[in-house]
């Protein structure tokens, strides 16, 4: 997640130092070690009711994983809905229904006085 080397922590320890002072320092970490562990508890809680309302719902490693891959996730969705654990075979172009897709049918376009009106012009009626 944020990818923290030993030397950046040591280098956030020091500016922590000087900033804060050695009294200080104490009392601020466990602020912040007192929110991190509500925000943690704040995670769980949304976490469980989420699960608790969609139970097939992939764990959260699942979820990471496979947000890093678009194909990865696009074939899991895929699968999802099948009854069977075996992929969905896809339908054959040929073998699908035509569906009649209407035309798209744009407004005409308002006479506006001093226009010219050509003949068969669909404002003239």
Same mark, same amino acid.
């Given at each position: 997640?944020?990818?923290?080397?030993?030397?950046?922590?040591?280098?956030?320890?020091?500016?922590?130092?000087?900033?804060?002072?050695?009294?200080?320092?104490?009392?601020?970490?466990?602020?912040?070690?007192?929110?991190?562990?509500?925000?943690?508890?704040?995670?769980?809680?949304?976490?469980?009711?989420?699960?608790?309302?969609?139970?097939?719902?992939?764990?959260?490693?699942?979820?990471?994983?496979?947000?890093?891959?678009?194909?990865?996730?696009?074939?899991?969705?895929?699968?999802?809905?099948?009854?069977?654990?075996?992929?969905?075979?896809?339908?054959?172009?040929?073998?699908?229904?035509?569906?009649?897709?209407?035309? &798209? @049918? %744009? $407004?005409? !376009? /308002?006479? =506006?006085?001093?226009? &010219? @009106? %050509? $003949?068969? !012009? /669909?404002? =003239?009626?």
């Amino acid at each position: 997640m944020l990818n923290l080397d030993p030397a950046k922590l040591l280098v956030i320890a020091v500016v922590a130092v000087i900033l804060l002072g050695p009294d200080r320092l104490p009392q601020v970490a466990r602020q912040v070690g007192g929110f991190w562990r509500t925000f943690n508890d704040y995670r769980h809680r949304m976490e469980s009711q989420v699960r608790d309302s969609m139970p097939d719902l992939p764990s959260s490693a699942e979820i990471a994983r496979l947000t890093r891959s678009p194909s990865a996730l696009l074939d899991h969705l895929s699968t999802m809905g099948t009854d069977s654990g075996k992929e969905a075979a896809p339908i054959p172009i040929a073998a699908r229904p035509a569906s009649p897709t209407p035309e &798209p @049918v %744009l $407004p005409a !376009d /308002p006479v =506006l006085p001093g226009d &010219p @009106v %050509l $003949p068969g !012009d /669909p404002g =003239l009626n």
